[in-house]
């Protein structure tokens, strides 16, 4: 390599209780794509953050083009032609998106009394949406009205608005289709031949092979090992980020797989605002039932109906054989029935509460007593979970919003699994988590089969589908489209019925 557009040489960074940095260092070409995996808790975001100058390093040194630079702040490496996508989204959304666009640095005309220019501002705007393949149109539309992909999609075309040079892209595609991420890897394309680099962190590993020129691992902080173009795969990427081999990534090690007698019945199930075709399916205990379908097919939507956030308005749920009337979370939560949510932020954690808080809020009923909650029954309930499914956290006080995303939903996963789920609905159960952190849920998921429990596992994510089920419903338009096991189980059937044909 050539001077380096950016070097970053032995950053290290600490914080209360936590060594985020060790002496990490890499460095990134030219129009290179450089990839940073590692675990949550790896320390790649926090080494994003120092590069884009949000944090200051207590150590090392930062150089763009061979010079030592030492931002004051976001704006100073904007600036610079730093600019990072974070992997929360940052938009105004009660303004337009022309407006979130050119936020801070609007255009103006006029002379003495300036005012905002709008037309130059819309124009401008047209050409930067055109580039991540979103119409013209959308200039004007405020940017509460888009759906998350669009979202994510205005905060990458602010980015490209700038003279940047490094563009950061923490978890772009968390919130794309599809068709959008294969948008998202043009703009890449197009941001190489112009000689932007690029530093690219993905916990998606067949995207990274797509994008990368090279990757870099982190583990615990510090520098794992580098692999080259020819040597990005799977298995070499896992075996630097966990520092072991994962053998048997997708364990059914406690299952028969054939499941034993239905425990969630749904039978012809309608619920408001949900499709006129209703729907019925099967959980059996001791096994793990797979759900697939295309966005908006309705899959989120029929596992919030059986967890009593919409209500049903057709057909019955069976528990046992045994009819069941859940209309409210509370009445799910007194029957066994739990829902892992697939916005853990949003829906699954009170994130300015602590992880011990978060842990015993549904457990309330097991720690009380006649004088209120019991300190050392839920210090203990606490304490379980936090080392059964190794949450990193520095205390059971941490704000849980302050943990890495892994830990939010190993966090969300222990405050149900203290309930002794008899049904658990897994939404996206991986989705924003490290290779390390996947391995260990699988394990997890498929020990709580093994003793009986029935999972049902909502999922978009192919690979883990086919790895982890033992049946798959596919979902097409609000309705089951079909069922598939065994030998008929396969990537090519699950998409045929997820598109609306026919096994």
Same mark, same amino acid.
């Given at each position: 390599?050539?001077?380096?557009?950016?070097?970053?040489?032995?950053?290290?960074?600490?914080?209360?209780?936590?060594?985020?940095?060790?002496?990490?260092?890499?460095?990134?070409?030219?129009?290179?794509?450089?990839?940073?995996?590692?675990?949550?808790?790896?320390?790649?975001?926090?080494?994003?953050?120092?590069?884009?100058?949000?944090?200051?390093?207590?150590?090392?040194?930062?150089?763009?083009?061979?010079?030592?630079?030492?931002?004051?702040?976001?704006? @100073?490496?904007?600036? +610079?032609? *730093? !600019?990072?996508?974070?992997?929360?989204?940052? =938009? %105004? /959304?009660?303004?337009? &998106? #022309? $407006?979130?666009?050119?936020?801070?640095?609007?255009?103006?005309?006029?002379?003495?009394?300036?005012?905002?220019?709008?037309?130059?501002?819309?124009?401008?705007?047209?050409?930067?949406?055109?580039?991540?393949?979103?119409?013209?149109?959308?200039?004007?539309?405020?940017?509460?009205?888009?759906?998350?992909?669009?979202?994510?999609?205005?905060?990458?075309?602010?980015?490209?608005?700038?003279?940047?040079?490094?563009?950061?892209?923490?978890?772009?595609?968390?919130?794309?289709?599809?068709?959008?991420?294969?948008?998202?890897?043009?703009?890449?394309? @197009?941001?190489?031949? +112009?000689? *932007? !680099?690029?530093?690219?962190?993905?916990?998606? =590993? %067949? /995207?990274?092979?797509? &994008? #990368? $020129?090279?990757?870099?691992?982190?583990?615990?902080?510090?520098?794992?090992?580098?692999?080259?173009?020819?040597?990005?795969?799977?298995?070499?990427?896992?075996?630097?980020?966990?520092?072991?081999?994962?053998?048997?990534?997708?364990?059914?090690?406690?299952?028969?797989?054939?499941?034993?007698?239905?425990?969630?019945?749904?039978?012809?199930?309608?619920?408001?605002?949900?499709?006129?075709?209703?729907?019925?399916?099967?959980?059996?205990?001791?096994?793990?039932?797979?759900?697939?379908?295309?966005?908006?097919?309705?899959?989120?939507?029929?596992?919030?109906?059986?967890?009593?956030?919409?209500?049903?308005?057709?057909?019955?749920?069976? =528990?046992?054989?045994?009819?069941?009337?859940?209309?409210?979370?509370?009445?799910?939560?007194?029957?066994?029935?739990?829902?892992?949510?697939?916005?853990?932020?949003?829906?699954?954690?009170?994130?300015?509460?602590?992880?011990?808080?978060?842990?015993?809020?549904?457990?309330?009923?097991?720690?009380?007593?006649?004088?209120?909650?019991?300190?050392?029954?839920?210090?203990?309930?606490?304490?379980?979970?936090?080392?059964?499914?190794?949450?990193?956290?520095?205390?059971?006080?941490?704000?849980?919003?302050?943990?890495?995303?892994?830990?939010?939903?190993?966090?969300?996963?222990?405050?149900?699994?203290?309930?002794?789920?008899?049904?658990?609905?897994?939404?996206?159960?991986?989705?924003?988590?490290?290779?390390?952190?996947?391995?260990?849920?699988?394990?997890?998921?498929?020990?709580?089969?093994?003793?009986?429990?029935?999972?049902?596992?909502?999922?978009?994510?192919?690979?883990?589908?086919?790895?982890?089920?033992?049946?798959?419903?596919?979902?097409?338009?609000?309705?089951?489209?079909?069922?598939?096991?065994?030998?008929?189980?396969?990537?090519?059937?699950?998409?045929?019925?997820?598109?609306?044909?026919?096994?």
């Amino acid at each position: 390599m050539s001077t380096p557009r950016l070097e970053v040489t032995g950053a290290r960074k600490q914080f209360p209780g936590v060594l985020a940095l060790d002496g990490v260092s890499l460095a990134l070409a030219p129009g290179e794509v450089l990839a940073v995996v590692g675990e949550n808790g790896a320390g790649k975001s926090t080494l994003m953050k120092i590069v884009a100058g949000v944090y200051t390093p207590d150590a090392g040194e930062v150089k763009l083009d061979g010079r030592p630079v030492r931002f004051d702040g976001p704006a @100073g490496a904007t600036a +610079a032609g *730093v !600019s990072l996508i974070h992997q929360e989204l940052n =938009l %105004a /959304e009660n303004l337009t &998106v #022309a $407006d979130n666009l050119f936020l801070g640095r609007e255009l103006t005309r006029g002379g003495f009394l300036r005012a905002l220019d709008r037309r130059a501002m819309g124009e401008r705007a047209a050409g930067l949406l055109a580039r991540v393949g979103l119409p013209a149109t959308r200039a004007a539309a405020r940017v509460e009205r888009l759906p998350p992909g669009e979202k994510q999609l205005v905060e990458i075309a602010r980015a490209l608005g700038t003279e940047v040079r490094v563009l950061i892209m923490d978890e772009p595609t968390s919130s794309l289709t599809q068709k959008e991420t294969e948008q998202l890897y043009l703009v890449i394309d @197009g941001l190489k031949a +112009a000689g *932007v !680099s690029v530093l690219y962190i993905s916990h998606r =590993l %067949a /995207e990274v092979k797509r &994008v #990368a $020129d090279r990757v870099t691992v982190l583990r615990d902080g510090r520098n794992a090992g580098e692999l080259a173009k020819s040597d990005i795969t799977h298995d070499n990427m896992v075996r630097l980020m966990v520092g072991r081999d994962l053998k048997q990534f997708y364990p059914k090690v406690h299952r028969t797989g054939t499941g034993g007698a239905p425990v969630l019945a749904l039978r012809n199930v309608q619920f408001r605002g949900g499709p006129d075709t209703p729907a019925s399916l099967e959980v059996r205990a001791g096994e793990i039932l797979g759900m697939a379908g295309l966005v908006g097919a309705g899959r989120t939507e029929l596992s919030e109906a059986v967890f009593g956030v919409r209500a049903v308005t057709g057909g019955e749920l069976l =528990l046992n054989n045994e009819p069941v009337r859940i209309a409210s979370p509370a009445d799910a939560i007194a029957a066994g029935v739990l829902l892992v949510p697939e916005d853990r932020r949003l829906h699954g954690l009170i994130l300015p509460e602590s992880v011990g808080f978060n842990l015993s809020l549904p457990n309330l009923d097991k720690l009380g007593s006649l004088l209120g909650v019991r300190p050392r029954a839920e210090a203990a309930l606490q304490r379980t979970w936090i080392e059964r499914l190794r949450v990193k956290t520095p205390s059971a006080a941490q704000p849980v919003g302050l943990l890495s995303g892994g830990n939010q939903q190993k966090v969300v996963y222990g405050k149900w699994l203290a309930r002794d789920p008899r049904v658990l609905i897994l939404d996206e159960p991986t989705r924003g988590v490290d290779v390390g952190a996947k391995a260990e849920i699988y394990a997890l998921v498929d020990e709580l089969a093994g003793k009986g429990v029935a999972v049902w596992m909502i999922t978009s994510d192919m690979e883990e589908l086919l790895g982890m089920s033992d049946r798959v419903v596919v979902m097409h338009e609000g309705r089951v489209a079909g069922e598939l096991a065994g030998e008929r189980l396969s990537e090519e059937a699950v998409m045929r019925l997820a598109t609306g044909g026919r096994t």
